[in-house]
């Protein structure tokens, strides 16, 4: 009797990575470029951030309770969301832009699939995608502080100069979350402590540069695909969208194939 095999329901496998764990990791790596953004662009950057981020948790907290389920807003995905979709829009959007963005992200792409762990896509980048399409012009106007000008990328496409030192650094146009150097830290955050892995973004990055060096139309310029680089939201989609782990694979070979 004592060689007995003792079974237990599942899950067998247990990991002291919990889901409030993971987003409250991402929160802190997230904290570097939220903060450069509220230090470059100004305090109602701040107020964009926090709109987005209380329209998420709100949006939640009525569908559970609408629907009569548990609360689920302390495992912080919510707070994620809110704080992902900030960082990819611009400064001085309008209130309502940030508010009504998170209602889709939580309602549509998360809360209507199942919640947390069934939706079928990134909820933040949902969001996005609803905001370009409904707003296209807020969603496109990047200035901030009576201060207006193309983008880095936009004026290297007409052939202009651009500092791509200032681009890495965050001092230029773009969207909240336009600091590569902040998120880098970020980035790395997340590889040393485990929440994510380095197959995702090192492949989708590569293959992207690869890309750009084929059809961009400079070649492998390494000034031109640094430029790229730092510029848009390659960095932030690679490390902290993509490698969302309910829409990414499991196993290495599918990361690397999913983020090329």
Known sequence: MSNMLNVSSSPHLRSSHTTGREMYNVILSLLPATIFAVFHFGLYTLLVILC?????????????????????????????????????????????????????????????????????????LAGRAFLLISFGKVMTDYSYDTVSGATPLAQLANGETIDILDMFLGHAMGHIGVSICALLIGAVFLLVSGTITWEIPVSCIAVFLVMMGLFGGQGFDPMFLAAHFCGGGLVLGAFFMATDPVTSPMTRTGQLIYGA
């Not at 939640?60 to 389920?69: A, G, S």
């Not at 611009?90 to 947390?116: H, N, Q, R």
């Open 52 to 124: 987005s981020i209380a329209s998420c948790m709100a949006t939640e907290f009525v569908f559970n309770m609408i629907t009569h389920r548990k609360n689920s807003l302390t495992d912080c995905s919510a707070v994620v969301t809110g704080i992902l979709l900030a960082l990819v829009i611009p400064p001085s959007i309008p209130l309502y832009a940030p508010i009504l963005g998170g209602v889709f992200a939580i309602l549509v792409t998360k809360c209507f699939f199942g919640g947390l762990g069934q939706n079928f896509m990134n909820p933040a």
